[in-house]
Structures are given as structure tokens and as C-alpha cells.
């Protein structure tokens, strides 16, 4: 079974310009999670999508926005780039949305913004 | 900001030996979860504690729980080169919906041949 998988690996953006990552999360997987992590905050939670709706949402600026598919890919998206927003960002998926469910990580898209 | 503050930031040992990474927590949580993290690349799900848990096992892995102190251990025994990663502690909180976690800032393990 593959796992999860998102492109692109690596990315660099000026600032002002928009980016668009993909995640395709592991067959049967309904959920998505996005996560941004930086040396100096960590992993923090962006949002998840269960079932194309958007189930809960972190403290982003509404510059950071995404979407779930009918195959349960997902998309995020931010635009008007900012240097702060360079980071690795994680996509994360599980069977359902819940609480005690087992998160399966991709490896990620390094995002650079110079 | 993390809900979850791990200790040590750093550890350093030589294969065979065990480690022990502890990780505290601020709020009530239905369960705590370890995840591992090569450089640079993504979270690999370790073990699931829930909160009417004490101690879990899996492998070489030893979770504890404690909830009076919002406190989580977990223990690597005869730790191997391949063990070196970064391991975070993840929560979710009772006030939690969906698959939300929160996550430590984790503790860097090197293990040396």
C-alpha cells in the first residue's frame, strides 16, 4: 500500500507569490491533516478535511486555505508569501477523523521564501 | 504555542544503552501518541496511550502515563544506530474534535556506534 505522498519535495517562492501543495493521502484514508513545522515553532496544527469539509482549523491567517477532493486528495494553499512562511509542511492522513486515530505523515514539502 | 514540553532537549548515548525521553503536557487529554522523525522528513506513529492507561509496550518501547502530573515517558531499550531521530510527544485534548494533535517540541536522540 502507498503511502502518504506530496509534491512537490521541494519549493522556492519569492515573497508576495502564492503556492499550492498537494498531498495524496494512503488509499481508503479519509482524512487529511496539514501541519507547518519551523525550527522556532515547531509543529503546528494548519487543518484537516474529512470528507471534502474542512473538520478544524488552526490559528493560520486566512492566507493559508485548503481543500479536500472527492478522492480525498487534498490541496492547500497560500498566497501573498511571506519569509515567515518558509518551513517544511507535513500532510498527515487517517482512516477516519477521531480523536484516537493513528496519524500516517508524508514527507513533506521544504517551502522556501526569499 | 505547544501544548507539550519534552525533556531532555538533546540526548546523546552509545548503542545498547537505553533513553528516555520525557514529555508534560498543560491540559486534559483523551490520549497521548509518540511519534519519530528522521531529518527532514516526516512523523512515523510510535505507540497510542489512552489517558485510563498507565503503561504500554511495543518492541523496545516503554510508554508510562501519568495524568495527576500531565506527564509521559517513554523509554527505547538497547537503543541501535537507526534509533537516532527526533521524537515528539503528540496530544489530544479532551476539547478536541476531529484528529487534531498537539504537538512537543521534541527531543533530539543520537545514537552512537
Known amino acids: 500500500k502507498a503511502g502518504v505522498t506530496q509534491t512537490p519535495r521541494y519549493l522556492i517562492k519569492t515573497r508576495g507569490q502564492q503556492v499550492t501543495l498537494s498531498c495524496s493521502p494512503i488509499s481508503g484514508h479519509r482524512s487529511v491533516s496539514w501541519y507547518q513545522q519551523t525550527p522556532g515553532q515547531g509543529l503546528q496544527f494548519l487543518f484537516e478535511?474529512?470528507?471534502?469539509?474542512?473538520?478544524n482549523k488552526g490559528n493560520f491567517p486566512g492566507r493559508f486555505s485548503g481543500r479536500q477532493f472527492s478522492n480525498s486528495r487534498s490541496e492547500m494553499n497560500v498566497s501573498t508569501l511571506e519569509l515567515g512562511d518558509s518551513a517544511l509542511y507535513l500532510c498527515?492522513?487517517?482512516?477516519?477523523?477521531?480523536?484516537?486515530?493513528?496519524?500516517?505523515f508524508g514527507s513533506g514539502t521544504q517551502l522556501s521564501v526569499l | 504555542s505547544q501544548q507539550g514540553e519534552e525533556d531532555p532537549q538533546a540526548l546523546s548515548i552509545q548503542e545498547g544503552e537505553n533513553a528516555t525521553m520525557n514529555c508534560s503536557y498543560k491540559t486534559s487529554i483523551n490520549n497521548l501518541q509518540w511519534y519519530r522523525q528522521n531529518s527532514g522528513r516526516g512523523l512515523v506513529h510510535l505507540i497510542l496511550?489512552?489517558?485510563?492507561?498507565r503503561e504500554k509496550h511495543s518492541g523496545r518501547l516503554r510508554v508510562t502515563l501519568d495524568t495527576s502530573k500531565k506527564s509521559s515517558s517513554l523509554l527505547i531499550t538497547a537503543s541501535r544506530a537507526a534509533d537516532t531521530a527526533s521524537y515528539f510527544c503528540a496530544t489530544a485534548g479532551r476539547e478536541t474534535s476531529g484528529s487534531r494533535l498537539t504537538f512537543g517540541e521534541g527531543t533530539q536522540l543520537t545514537v552512537n556506534p
Open positions: 478535511y474529512f470528507s471534502e469539509t474542512q473538520r
Open positions: 498527515a492522513s487517517s482512516i477516519l477523523t477521531g480523536i484516537n486515530e493513528k496519524l500516517f
Open positions: 496511550i489512552r489517558s485510563n492507561e
